[in-house]
């Protein structure tokens, strides 16, 4: 998938005329490629536009316009786009209740190891979360994962007589959930 370009970030004067549309366009995107899995836990599946406008929102909340971290941004934020036959989305651990945040994080620790992408009864493609979002004592609520999917499992992720499943294998957080077919033709249009 093509990466963001610095060619495509426009200044932020000019971001400010286009933000509502450019918003309201990723918001009905995203309704496509978010997905709960089980009450706490939220995926959404990345690609070029909503990096995109990740970067855009990123400059804006941050007034950034020195082109050098303009550039550092689009590099940082390129990460979050999938290579050649894989997904990648954002995971975020939804807490709501301040006081319980850093024992629920503590109590999911090891979650990075047990979700994975389930493709019928054929694939389970491990997540590969982004290193440095976790340690033997600390989550973090927002994480990065990728799902390389070999090209079996990508035209059974295409097959629309598969089930396609997220699913979370923790010892304190076990649930799953089936995408949808408006999901799986996004994503499947991406692979």
């Known amino acids: 998938m093509q990466k963001v370009t610095l060619d495509e970030i426009v200044g932020l004067e000019r971001y400010e005329k286009i933000r509502d549309v450019f918003r309201r366009g990723i918001i009905e995107l995203k309704k496509h490629r978010r997905v709960s899995v089980g009450d706490r836990v939220i995926f ?3 690609n070029q536009e909503t990096v995109l406008f990740q970067i855009q929102e990123m400059l804006r909340a941050e007034h ?12 940082v934020y390129n990460e979050l786009i999938p290579g050649d036959g894989e997904l990648s989305a954002t995971m975020l651990i939804e807490i709501t209740d301040q006081a319980q945040i850093r024992p629920e994080l503590v109590r999911l620790l090891g979650i990075d190891q047990a979700v994975s992408l389930r493709i019928g009864n ?14 033997e004592d600390n989550l973090s609520a927002v994480q990065y994962v990728r799902f390389p999917l070999p ?13 396609v499943r997220l699913a979370i294998d923790h010892p304190q957080y076990q649930a799953q959930a089936v995408l949808s077919s408006e999901t799986r033709q ?6």
Do not use: H, M, N, Y
């Not at 950034?64 to 590099?75: G, H, L, M």
């Not at 054929?122 to 340690?135: I, K, L, N, W, Y």
């Not at 996004?186 to 692979?191: G, I, P």
């Open 64 to 75: 950034i316009t020195d082109i050098d971290k303009v550039r550092f941004e689009v590099e």
């Open 151 to 163: 090209i079996e499992a990508r035209l059974a992720f295409c097959d629309e007589r598969q089930d």
């Open 44 to 46: 959404v599946f990345e």
């Open 186 to 191: 996004s994503l499947a249009a991406e692979l």
């Open 122 to 135: 054929q694939f389970a493609v491990p997540g590969v979360f982004e290193g440095g979002r976790s340690t």
